[in-house]
């Protein structure tokens, strides 16, 4: 069984959160939910020299996921490739997948008043294609990496 993830190398990231953007643009997502996000964190070098490092949070898709396992009405569930989905046809908008995440990972899309969070674009990835966070990196930072199991 493969899993995914998304790997960001922090000396090519400017912080400049293209990743953000286009997640949002690609989900249709309104203002106040965010899929995945760039966080700035202050260094100080050796030298005094201030200094920014940047690191990428989005859905971990975790092997038990808590807010599938928390869901009441079964919207969350795992494929076989470990992607964690939300069905939008089965999401009530009850928030309890929000406070089961030990991350805060999924969000409320206040327009439809249905969760969502980051499937590493599902869409794309059945098509042979990377999320689109990554294609759409300016610095090409991010990485779609496949994990092999044994």
């Known amino acids: 069984m493969n899993?995914?993830?998304?790997?960001l190398n922090t000396k090519r990231c400017i912080g400049c959160h293209g990743c953000e953007?286009?997640?949002?643009?690609?989900?249709?997502?309104?203002?106040?939910?965010?899929?995945?996000?760039?966080?700035h964190q202050p260094l100080t070098s050796i030298r005094g020299v201030p200094k920014t490092e940047f690191s990428f949070r989005s859905?971990?898709?975790?092997?038990?996921?808590?807010?599938?396992?928390?869901?009441?009405?079964?919207?969350?569930s795992k494929r076989e490739d470990g992607i964690v989905l939300v069905d939008?046809?089965?999401?009530?908008?009850?928030?309890?997948?929000?406070?089961?995440?030990?991350?805060?990972?999924?969000?409320?899309?206040?327009?439809?008043?249905?969760?969502?969070?980051?499937?590493?674009?599902?869409?794309r990835v059945d098509q042979g294609m990377e999320p689109v966070c990554v294609t759409k990196c300016t610095t090409q930072a991010l990485r779609f990496v496949?994990?092999?199991r044994f």
């Open 88 to 123: 939008e046809e089965k999401c009530i908008g009850c928030m309890a997948c929000a406070g089961a995440c030990p991350w805060g990972v999924p969000q409320l899309n206040q327009e439809k008043n249905k969760m969502v969070k980051c499937d590493f674009c599902v869409d």
């Open 21 to 39: 953007i286009h997640c949002k643009t690609n989900k249709k997502l309104p203002f106040g939910a965010i899929l995945c996000e760039i966080d």
């Open 3 to 7: 899993k995914y993830m998304i790997y």
């Open 59 to 76: 859905c971990y898709q975790c092997d038990e996921p808590y807010c599938a396992s928390i869901c009441p009405t079964g919207a969350i």
């Open 146 to 148: 496949t994990l092999t």
